[in-house]
């Protein structure tokens, strides 16, 4: 089973993702800010099959920042940046990082997800 960390401070979004997750076989593992995330990779980077991070959130990293800094440690990691921001923010996202525009629907979010989730 895949461990997908799932970084939003929206709650409500973050549960959505988190079941969305779980629907497709992948367990997730939920947090409200980049800064918790990166803390949290720093000793569980092994566990993880997948991160998936909101954009803007409080503290110092932003999704981008975290974005570049896990691509840069960990470059197997794979990484989906989500934002409704989509329009200023794209030029940031990573190459190698795959991006989906809020407000997206279900499928959406399924099909990006999905490759990284089968075994």
Excluded at 24 to 34: E, N, Q
Excluded at 56 to 74: E, F, I, K, Q, T
Excluded at 105 to 113: L, R, T
Aim: glycine residues 6%; charged residues 25%; aromatic residues 6%.
């Amino acid at each position: 089973m895949t461990r997908v960390l799932v970084i939003d401070d929206e709650p409500v979004l973050r549960e959505l993702m988190c079941e969305l997750v779980e629907e497709r076989g992948g367990k997730p593992i939920a947090l409200a800010s980049a800064d918790a995330g990166m803390a949290y990779l720093e000793n569980h980077v092994d566990e993880i099959g997948l991160l998936v991070t909101d954009v803007r959130m409080p503290g110092l990293l932003d999704g981008h920042a975290l974005a570049r800094l896990v691509l840069d440690r960990w470059p197997e990691l794979p990484v989906v940046i989500t934002s409704g921001y989509d329009g200023e923010l794209l030029y940031r996202v990573p190459e190698n990082a795959q991006f989906i525009a809020k407000p997206w629907d279900v499928a959406q979010f399924q099909a990006v997800i999905e490759p990284y989730l089968l075994d």
